[in-house]
């Protein structure tokens, strides 16, 4: 405790777990001097004491696997730094299946682990009954090794961080809980506490399962929920010898290792409960919650069954700790959408170890340099809606999200709790019509279309699943009739006043000075080049744009947008999403069917591509009828006042049978897009890839004497030469399935990863997306050589590789140049 509490700072840290003492300790080893450190109670007196502390480098994506690499770096070396030992053990761990799809999930873990430099190893059976000589082996399917994993002493860690960062000049205060902070012009400037208050520049929450209590003092959004953690110690056994690696029965939701001589028995159980923070001591540190054997008792006998020996093993205890989750399984990482300054590090979802290193040195440089440093969309807090806050939601939520912490990747896997959040317009004609519906940012959105007859059975699979041909009906009718699409899930933003033009010239890569009634398709740069976002605009009026987004943009978009306003412009931004929706047909009888609708001739001089116009269906229902489709066939997107959405959904679907229009969902519209090698956000652009790389220079103003984010970047790498291009591919073999994620291989070595995939109906092949790094000369070269795999669950299989489209390459369809 210091002697003076500090009454200023330029960030105040609030949280003394592992992700607070992470997070101060690279902001002062990064010369940010002025840091303070708040606790509630003591270090690690929250969740960070009782950790189990494993630390598995593998994560799905490159950059949250470099996190946690960059942790195991760092904890190995605080030692030597700080002289305080942090406890890493370098043990491995070994990953178990038994059934093929979690094998299937494991050997895609060892492809992807190769890809990233993380050592990995497909095991046999009874090479993993060597690894773990205490397991029974005889209903393995396989196993993975990865020796580089490791384990942590959780306190000793955190004693380490913080005495590192008091090195560098940060100060560290317990026993000082939050109670308000101070805001001023939609800034965070200061933090209150029972012993005082100090003025900063900003504030980062890293408070653990408090985080959403106190962010809500400052108005601000932090989505997690506590659940109840199980894990027994027992007391030493004479088959523990010496340290084992951690290993993972995930099919039985286990994690075990040794501790003390005897074995850790961990699990992340099917039937998990929440935990207010209501239940909890007003004083609670360094607590536990009550025992319970009667709900750890099948995890029990799951362990006894993996490992005999834990049947005559005396229980040293069962301990289970409250540890907090997000809707989504991935942590809370960045500044706020809602209050500037304000920073958020919390909801680890049991992985806090694992992730604070890398994850505190990543917020502290985001704190730093006022914006992420590389892509870490997926763990972004800008991925999340103010509706991802409400309790009841989190409460439903965060069970399952613990209990289905071990299941496999498989595709189409949806949550079931906290469902039919957003019922779009449409949703009881779609139910009505067979709809299976998934979500997106909340909303209930079609996933395909099936008979009232028809018993699928839903279980995720890497497989073809059992409605592949439902999907491959809905994919025909978009490429040789209609199909009907809900695009209502989409985000809307009004951009409108008398500086809209200058505004999103400046923030967007396309000229946005045209004529109303054009649709300009663009992407909003970083000042790296890379995608911020990507989007198509609609010139409404002289003083007024819509910008539709993806589903899950919307509060990234508004919050770029705001952020990159200068002070006096004349520019209102409003989210429009809930108020209208958009009903979108593809297919080469799109015209007619609209004709039929509107009971006039309607033609493509009419509505050219990429241009709106106001359309009135039955003189009851205005439409505005955008000429362009994600499909990549004739088509259009209606965006309607959502009061209007029922009805025109019903005139179009009137003449479903004269025009063999087909309801179709988003699965069926993913496999389209990318036999077009439509790039979509998220996947292919990312912070981390221009247009240049993506292939969609076109659509940027490069040489425009209208400044905008990002042209001086495109410049100087058009310059310099690409080393990156995403590229797309057709697998060779019909039935080999890829899902994205998967590495690139050309000549034998790895050059990058599928962004996307989807089996391609049309073509009757897998089809992809990647980005592809030169190895040596140019991508083109390497395109034109061909020599390309794809690995898949650790098996190549050759594949296609090009810079255009696999159908329809020239755009003939979209643009109505191959007939109707």
Known sequence: MTETFPDSARVVVIGGGVMGCSTAYHLAKA??????????????????????????????SENLTRMIQYSAELYSSLEAETGQSTGWLKTGSLSLATNEERFTHIKRQASLARLFGVEAEIVSPEEAGRI?????????????????????????????????????????????????????????????????????????????????????????????????????????????????PTLGDHDAHLYLRDDVGGLLVGSFEPHARAIGLDK?????????????????????????????????????????????????????????????GFFLGCGMNSAGMASSGGAGRWLAEWILAGEPTLDLWPVDIRRLAPFHNNMKLLRERAPEVLATHYVTE????????????????????????????????????PLFFA???????????????????????????????????????????????????????????????????????????????????????????????????????????????????????????SDMTGAYAIVALAGPNSRRLISAALR??????????????????????????????????????????????????????????????????????????????YRAWGHELTPEVTPLEAGLGFAAKIDSDTPFIGQDALKRQRDEGLRKRIVSFTLDNPDALAIGGEPIVWNGGF????????????????VALGLVTANGGSVDDMVAAGGFEIEIASERFAATASFRAPYDPAGDRIRGRSGE
């Open 280 to 340: 909890l001591p007003k004083d609670f540190a360094f607590d536990l919650l009550a025992e319970d054997w009667d709900h750890f008792e099948p995890m029990l006998k799951n362990g006894i069954h993996r490992i005999p020996a834990l049947e005559k093993a005396e229980a040293r205890m069962l301990l289970n700790g409250p540890e907090s989750f997000t809707p989504d399984g991935r942590f809370l990482l960045g500044e706020s959408p809602e209050l500037r």
């Open 31 to 60: 010369g940010c001097r002025d840091v303070v450190l708040l606790e509630r109670k003591q270090l690690t007196s929250g969740t960070s004491w009782h950790s189990a502390a494993q630390v598995r480098a593998l994560r799905s």
């Open 132 to 244: 773990w000589p205490m397991i029974r082996t005889d209903d393995l399917v396989g196993a993975v090794w990865s020796p580089e994993d490791g384990r942590v002493n959780p306190s000793d860690l955190c004693a380490a961080l913080a005495k590192g960062a008091r090195a560098h000049g940060a100060t560290i205060v317990e026993d000082a809980p939050v109670t308000g902070f101070t805001v001023r012009n939609g800034r965070v400037t200061g933090v209150e506490t029972e012993r005082g208050s100090i003025a900063c520049e900003a504030v980062a929450l890293c408070a653990g399962l408090w985080s959403h209590s106190i962010a809500e003092l400052a108005g601000v959004a932090a989505p997690l929920h506590a659940c109840e953690h199980f894990y027994l110690l027992t007391q030493p056994m004479e088959e523990v010898t010496g340290h084992l």
């Open 451 to 573: 008979p009232e007859e028809a018993s699928l059975d839903m279980t995720p699979t890497f497989g073809r699943p059992a409605f592949f041909d439902l999907v491959a009906q809905e994919h025909k009718a978009a490429r040789e009739t209609v199909a009907l699409f809900d695009q209502t899930s989409y985000g809307k933003l009004r951009v409108y006043g008398k500086d809209a033009e200058a505004l999103l010239q400046r923030l967007c890569a396309n000229d946005m000075a045209v004529p109303v009634g054009h649709v300009v398709y663009t992407g909003m740069l970083n000042a790296r080049g890379g995608y911020e976002s990507d989007c198509t605009v609609s010139r409404l009026a002289e003083d007024e744009y819509l910008i539709v987004t993806g589903a899950a943009q919307p509060v990234r978009d508004k919050e770029w947008i705001h952020r990159n306003m200068t002070d006096g412009e004349d520019v209102q931004v």
């Open 600 to 677: 006039e001739e309607f033609t493509l001089t009419d509505n050219p591509y990429m241009r709106w116009m106001d359309l009135e269906f039955e003189s009851c229902c205005p439409a505005r009828a955008a000429r362009l489709s994600y499909a990549g066939e004739l088509g259009w997107e209606f965006t309607v006042e959502t009061r209007f959405a029922t009805a025109i959904f019903q005139y179009l679907s009137n003449h479903e049978e004269k025009f063999g229009l087909r309801h179709a969902g988003s699965i069926a519209m993913t496999g389209l897009r990318l036999e077009k090698a």
């Open 410 to 445: 498989a595709p189409h896997r949806e949550f079931e709790t906290a469902r039919d959040v957003w019922l779009g317009p449409l949703h009881n004609e779609q139910a009505k019509r067979g709809a299976h519906f998934g979500t997106r940012m909340g909303w209930e959105r």
């Open 751 to 766: 050059v990058g990863q599928i962004s996307s995939a989807a089996y391609g109906h049309t073509v009757g092949r897998t």
